[in-house]
């Protein structure tokens, strides 16, 4: 249970990673990611990194500088500019939808407008899931210059595009329906210099 615990990435550059594991039994028509991390990078970094065999920016959270978000989904991109951060923790969600292929960004609890990104795709479930990376190939093919460092924590995946409620819920810490990939029973394993600790303050 990583409930109150974040995973600190303590090089710069690094070539650690954390691998989740999700049970994905089908591919992905709808999705939303979140997670939260703290860093005082300002070079290019990934956050969340799916890969499958046919795609390795299956989908992807980047940052490529501090007042820039960019999510993939099956290689292409949309890019969502933010105020830069006040060296303090951000919170983001990003959802996407198939049918209308409306991906959403959510940054510390609030929605950012709304941006077309790969109408009826499909997003493969055969997937290498990593936090710390970016995949250029499946399950590798890393960059040093693209790694992150810092503290990440509250990773989730569900197989479903969140209300605003939930996703509200999602930056308070609240209840949240069943997800693919959940923080409080999270089925990972740490691959290089990567420490579990506790988190220094709410």
Known sequence: DLY??????????????????????QPLHNFTV????????????????????????????????????RFYVGGK??????????????HVCASWESATGIAE??????????K???RVYTVGN????????EQDSF????????????ELADVYL?????????MRAAFLSLRLPPALLAWKSLSYEVKGDVVVKPRLRE
């Open 77 to 90: 991109f949309v890019t969502f500019r933010v105020p830069e951060g006040r060296r303090d923790w951000e």
């Open 126 to 133: 055969a997937a290498s899931i990593l936090l710390g990376q």
């Open 116 to 118: 077309g990104l790969q």
């Open 34 to 69: 979140c997670l939260r991390s703290y860093t005082d990078l300002t070079r290019p970094h990934s956050l969340f990194s799916y890969a499958t065999k046919a795609q390795d920016n299956e989908i992807l959270l980047f940052k490529p500088k501090p007042e820039e978000y």
């Open 158 to 166: 569900w197989d479903a595009g969140l209300s605003p409620d939930k």
């Open 4 to 25: 109150r615990k974040v995973f600190v990435f303590r090089k710069d550059p690094s070539d650690a990673f954390v691998v989740l594991r999700a049970q994905l039994e």
């Open 105 to 114: 960004f959510w940054l510390n609890g609030k929605p950012w407008p709304r």
């Open 139 to 150: 399950g590798g093919g890393f960059d040093l210059y693209n790694s992150f460092s810092g």
